[in-house]
T-cell receptor, first 113, second 115 residues
Framework: DAGVIQSPRHEVTEMGQEVTLRCKPI?????LFWYRQTMMRGLELLIY????????DSGMPEDRFSAKMPNASFSTLKIQPSEPRDSAVYFC???????????FGDGTRLSIL | AQSVTQPDIHITVSEGASLELRCNYS??????LFWYVQSPGQGLQLLLK??????LVQGIKGFEAEFKRSQSSFNLRKPSVHWSDAAEYFC?????????????FGRGTSLIVHP
């Protein structure tokens, strides 16, 4: 079975540019999560969706961050404009609804110069 | 509010030695507990989970964990560590929030294995 697929795996761009991270969850999973991982803050939940609907975006750091899930098989996390402090590894995870474990993608390593 | 504490930032063991990684949680109701492992450049992978029933749970790669309600702990163990076990280990407690179960993760414990 294909796991959670994230793209790109690495992204290097200059500050001020728009960055779009993509995620394809596991087929049949109806919950999707976006995380950010840094040495300073550890693993932070940014936003999660149930059945394509955003449920809680209280972890999104600023209005520069936005996330969408137009259908059950695709989600994006966008940063516009990007800043150097956004440099981190961004993970997407999916799960069945309920007290189920999450399945993580391999992440996107983002570097903002 | 729920929280997870992994008191050890780094643990160093020799290959073949036994391992115990500590995890303490704070949550008012019956917790759903997880251990994940993260290898460099990869996402988190589930090792094992506890929902209810037998307090000693078996996971993949020879790992096990024991839920102790009286101590609010869910420590991870392995009787004999292999060099390939070197990775970051995360404990998490799943909390019901708005119809979903959202894990709260600890800060992780980095396992270093000496030959």
């Amino acid at each position: 079975d294909a796991g959670v697929i994230q793209s790109p795996r690495h992204e290097v761009t200059e500050m001020g540019q728009e960055v779009t991270l993509r995620c394809k969850p596991i087929s049949g999973h109806n919950s999707l999560f976006w995380y950010r991982q840094t040495m300073m803050r550890g693993l932070e939940l940014l936003i999660y969706f149930n059945n394509n609907v955003p449920i809680d975006d209280s972890g999104m750091p600023e209005d520069r961050f936005s996330a969408k899930m137009p259908n059950a098989s695709f989600s994006t996390l966008k940063i516009q404009p990007s800043e150097p402090r956004d440099s981190a590894v961004y993970f997407c995870a999916s799960s069945l609804q309920g007290p189920q474990p999450q399945h993580f993608g391999d992440g996107t390593r983002l570097s903002i110069l | 509010a729920q929280s997870v504490t992994q008191p050890d930032i780094h643990i160093t063991v020799s290959e073949g030695a036994s391992l115990e990684l500590r995890c303490n949680y704070s949550y008012g109701a019956t917790p759903y507990l997880f251990w994940y492992v993260q290898s460099p450049g990869q996402g988190l992978q589930l090792l094992l989970k506890y929902f209810s029933g037998d307090t000693l749970v078996q996971g993949i790669k020879g790992f096990e964990a024991e839920f102790k309600r009286s101590q609010s702990s869910f420590n991870l163990r392995k009787p004999s560590v292999h060099w390939s076990d070197a990775a970051e280990y995360f404990c998490a407690v799943g909390v019901s929030r708005r119809g979903s179960y959202i894990p709260t993760f600890g800060r992780g414990t980095s396992l270093i294995v000496h030959p």
